[in-house]
């Protein structure tokens, strides 16, 4: 395992409803990341959190709507979501660190499979 | 605009065979290129990081290289196994401080007995 746990695994919800997706990392991290994995598309990034703090919204719509508590979790609120939003929610942590000679690997949770109807 | 393309987009081989999977990027300015693996429905696992001064670092059955003047790489996996099966992307770093990636399309993989 990675160390970044995500819950639920599945989930399956109606356009009406409201729904939150879990992230947490065990690694000590600074940096928290939001993803979304269609079929057959690149991984597109969607929020980016440095030290709690949103650096990154890629142009997301408002029915997403990421919060992070402190330095360990991250959430990923949804509503009024559309079929299209159907796809893996991947979540991922770093430890952000200046200069040439880091890596700032990411390490990725398992994943929410959502499918909306 | 920064960009990642891997080719062949899906390649099925035989148990105990090799292969090698390409990547081509534009991501300026460079900082250092991912090879990830990624099973069905799992998020992706890393398999190796190199920086614009390291041509070649190996995991085990895997090795990769990088071409940074041809803005090329490749992945090369030795005897593959049935576990080997997954889908393999190539990402590429922007800067080091920041941590913005650029992500491939990804090789799907299939390793037959």
């Known amino acids: 395992e990675t160390g970044v746990t995500q819950t639920p695994r599945h989930l399956v919800m109606g356009m009406t409803n409201k729904k939150s997706l879990k992230c947490e990392q065990h690694l000590g991290h600074n940096a928290m990341y939001w993803y979304k994995q269609s079929a057959k598309k690149p991984l597109e990034l969607m929020f980016v959190y440095n030290f709690k703090e949103q650096t990154e919204n890629n142009s997301v719509p408002s029915r997403f709507s990421p919060e992070c508590p402190n330095s360990s979790h991250l959430f990923l609120h949804l509503h009024t979501l559309q079929p299209e939003d159907s796809a893996l929610y991947l979540c991922?942590?770093?430890?952000?660190?200046?200069?040439?000679?880091?890596?700032?690997?990411?390490?990725f949770g398992p994943g929410t499979r959502l499918t909306v109807l | 605009k920064n960009q990642v393309e891997q080719s062949p987009q899906s390649l099925i081989i035989l148990e105990g065979k090799n292969c090698t999977l390409q990547c081509n990027y534009t991501v300026s300015p460079f900082s250092n290129l991912r090879w990830y693996k990624q099973d069905t429905g799992r998020g992706p696992v890393s398999l190796t990081i190199?920086?614009?001064?390291?041509n070649t670092k190996s995991n085990g059955r895997y090795t990769a290289t990088l071409d940074a003047d041809t803005k090329q790489s490749s992945l090369h996996i030795t005897a593959s196994q049935l576990s080997d099966s997954a889908s393999y992307i190539c990402v590429g770093n922007v800067t080091s401080a920041g941590n913005m990636l650029t992500f491939g399309g990804g090789t799907r993989l299939m390793v037959k007995p």
């Open positions: 190199m920086t614009f001064s390291e």
């Open positions: 991922a942590s770093s430890q952000l660190a200046e200069g040439p000679s880091s890596y700032n690997e990411q390490f």
